[in-house]
């Protein structure tokens, strides 16, 4: 009895998720991708949407989850550092093109991509150091102050923003050698998602060879577990937090360029790169890669296949099933998937 | 003893004198203070209440509370009008609405707040802020409740017709919720409450059932600060999404921080605080020169936010409370002192946790 009411959760999950499958694969004709089994073209169209978009949850938020693993801090600015590093790079990409308006994709060679990202999220990066210096390094441990703290940071940082690049959105433009289209199942296909999701793989495999292969990121995977003993070992851990607050920052930043590429840099887009980021790590649980790995691959396959696969008059309630897939994590494992208790 | 009841005596006498005041107020005001800065003030300082509620009792940062606040304007809207290109359209009765409002809001601040009830901390603050969003997403995306453009010409009960009323409905639902809040401290309930604040682990093995007490107070502060809406709905006739979004959200929060996250009163001192700055700051001379104009607002307001948090976490009624106990100090013997700022310094770790 007390079993079945234990696994009472789970079970709901697992019987949501096949729910789930059955509805897009045979049952969502009244959709406006219709089911898989007649579509599939559209079904693997949507699914690349949900994996590229993934892509860029996971630069965005490993940022986010790589500073609270260590630091337990909780960095409100990550959608103003995000959004910094999109406005600075848009700017280095004008001013290294040497025109502001009204650029083609042909004209952007990949060098004019990627010294802009570089150079935004650097940026970012500093900013985001100077941040923790400045504000979060003297109260270590007062976790609802800091994050308020960063809170106040955002609103200040946003309205400066609004000041400096002005209210209207501006976008980077990719590089024309991964501006095409290709063909799936009959689709066009914009390979500059593809480029999206490969430049999140590259991260994602950078940062995992960082944490797994280096001392340092030894040293920070043993400051997750037990900062103290860490610092009794000798090891300088203050040093360890600001490379890793920089760390942090700057996979906001690389975020931030991508988000630009992508969809376009605007007031709000802080407000809700920061959502995002909050979204796939409580899902896959605070403070682990992991987990944000893991979150950003379902809150991107709810993004993407909720407007395409429900009933044509309801597609407006897409919103409501991101919200549904937070509730049935949290009902599983209140601290996310791969989360633990603070 | 003699000081604890003297506290008390000191409470309900600067509570009764507040009370006087604020009710005398309209005869010596300008209308525009009473019926535009100081009934802002009340009904916003009615919502930050509720996050200083859950907050000090619960130990529980919620930034859902703005959520509620529209969704109780919202459901009015929905309720009252007969016609309209948008919303359910009920026509129903003023006060049958209102009654609608309040349950709707009540039930979805129960759900919600099970939903969270075993998360803590910050990712009690996550998940609210969370809710905050997708609430905001929910009303500016389904049509039928209320679309991106909001409902309009929403009417106030007759009752409620002298713009002067809606004051004094915002002064009595404050005065009733922040002696109803003190009170529930000492309650069963509350003192239960405040121990799953301290230790949920042990409460749970006392017998107690912790997600059922986050989740009743939860949705109390739901009740409540859809109470504070349903005045604001009164107030500006329409409600729209934007009003309930991320920008609206954060500011209750910067209020209940401003006034002191763990102190009632702090609560309508911060709306106070942030309601006049937000009238007059504009208004003084030379403002304009060195920047601070009205579209730089939220930079001013976003340092005060930070020196704040920076020096004084407990805002403006701990630095009130501290300049107190510091002048009371000096009149009573060293030695009774200790075990009252160990009281302080109690009651300062809900927000340096």
Redesign the interface.
């Given at each position: 009895m007390t079993a079945t009411r234990r696994r009472l959760p789970a079970l709901v999950t697992a019987a949501v998720a096949a729910a789930a499958v059955a509805w897009v694969l045979f049952l969502a004709a009244d959709t406006p991708a219709g089911t898989a089994l007649d579509n599939p073209g559209t079904f693997m169209v949507t699914a690349l949407d949900a994996v590229t978009f993934a892509g860029l949850l996971f630069v965005a938020a490993s940022g986010f989850t790589l500073i609270f693993g260590l630091m337990?801090t909780?960095n409100m600015a990550h959608g103003s550092l995000f959004l910094l590093a999109a406005y600075v790079a848009i700017g280095v990409q004008q001013a290294m093109l040497g025109k502001t308006r009204n650029i083609e994709p042909s004209e952007v060679s990949l060098v004019d991509w990627l010294v802009p990202m570089l150079v935004g999220a650097t940026v970012a990066a500093l900013a985001g150091m100077v941040i923790q210096q400045v504000?979060l390094q003297w109260n270590e441990g007062?976790?609802?102050?800091q994050?308020?703290?960063t809170?106040?940071?955002?609103?200040?940082l946003?309205?400066?923003m609004?000041?400096e690049f002005g209210g209207l959105a501006q976008r980077m433009v990719w590089p024309g050698s991964v501006t095409h289209f290709i063909e799936i199942f009959g689709q066009r296909y914009a390979t500059t998602r593809l480029f999206m999701l490969g430049v999140a793989v590259v991260i994602g495999v950078l940062l995992w060879l960082w944490l797994n292969k280096t001392r340092l990121g030894l040293v920070v995977r043993a400051g997750v577990d037990d900062r103290q003993m860490v610092r009794g070992l000798g090891i300088n851990i203050r040093v360890v937090f600001a490379v890793v607050f920089f760390a942090g920052a700057f996979l906001a930043g690389v975020g931030g360029v991508l988000g630009a590429s992508f969809s376009g840099a605007a007031p709000g887009t802080d407000?809700s790169w920061l959502?995002n980021s909050?979204?796939v790590?409580?899902i896959g649980g605070?403070g682990s890669i992991k987990g944000a790995a893991a979150g950003s691959l379902l809150y991107g396959t709810v993004v993407a296949f909720s407007p395409a696969y429900l009933p044509t008059q309801y597609s407006?309630?897409?919103?409501?099933l991101?919200?549904g897939l937070?509730?049935l994590v949290?009902?599983v494992r209140?601290?996310g998937l791969y989360g633990r208790p603070? | 003893m003699r000081t604890g009841s003297s506290m008390l005596n000191w409470r309900a006498a600067s509570l009764a004198l507040a009370v006087v005041v604020l009710a005398a107020l309209p005869t010596v005001a300008s209308a525009f203070f009473i019926n535009f800065v100081m009934t802002q003030t009340l009904m916003m300082g009615l919502a930050a209440a509720t996050i200083v509620f859950l907050a000090k009792y619960g130990g529980m940062v919620s930034l859902a509370q703005f959520l509620f606040f529209g969704v109780a304007g919202f459901m009015y809207g929905n309720a009252a009008l007969e016609v309209g290109s948008r919303g359910l359209n009920l026509g129903l009765p003023p006060w049958t609405a209102v009654g609608f409002a309040l349950i709707v809001t009540t039930v979805a601040a129960f759900l919600l707040g099970a939903l969270a009830s075993r998360t803590t901390g910050l990712y009690y603050l996550m998940l609210t802020m969370v809710y905050a969003v997708i609430g905001y997403f929910v009303f500016a995306q389904v049509t039928e409740i209320s679309g991106p453009s909001g409902i309009t010409s929403i009417e106030r009960p007759d009752e409620l017709a002298a713009p002067v009323s809606l004051y004094y409905t915002a002064l009595a639902l404050s005065v009733l919720a922040y002696i109803g809040f003190r009170a529930l401290g000492r309650t069963a309930f509350g003192l239960a409450l405040q121990g799953v604040r301290d230790d949920p682990v042990r409460m749970a093995s006392l017998g107690f059932n912790v997600p059922l007490h986050r989740t009743l107070a939860f949705t109390l502060g739901g009740f409540v600060a859809g109470l504070g809406g349903l005045v604001n709905v009164w107030w500006n006739g329409q409600i729209d999404p934007a009003s309930i979004g991320i920008g609206p959200t954060l500011v209750l929060l910067i209020i209940a921080v401003i006034g002191g996250v763990s102190y009632f009163e702090g609560a309508w001192l911060g709306a106070f605080v942030y309601v006049a700055m937000f009238t007059y700051l504009r208004d003084l001379p030379l403002v304009d020169r060195i920047g601070i104009t009205e579209a730089r607002f939220n930079t001013v307001i976003g340092v005060v936010v930070l020196l704040i948090m920076v020096l004084s976490p407990q805002g403006l009624a701990g630095i009130a409370d501290r300049f107190r106990r510091r002048l009371s100090d000096r009149r009573r013997p060293v030695a009774e002192t200790s075990d009252r700022s160990e009281g302080a310094s109690h009651r300062a770790q809900s927000i340096d946790k």
């Open positions: 337990r909780v504000f007062q976790e609802l102050r994050a308020l703290i809170l106040a940071i955002t609103v200040v946003a309205d400066q609004l000041r407000g959502l909050l979204v790590v409580i605070l407006y309630y897409a919103i409501i991101t919200f937070l509730a949290l009902a209140p601290y603070a | -």
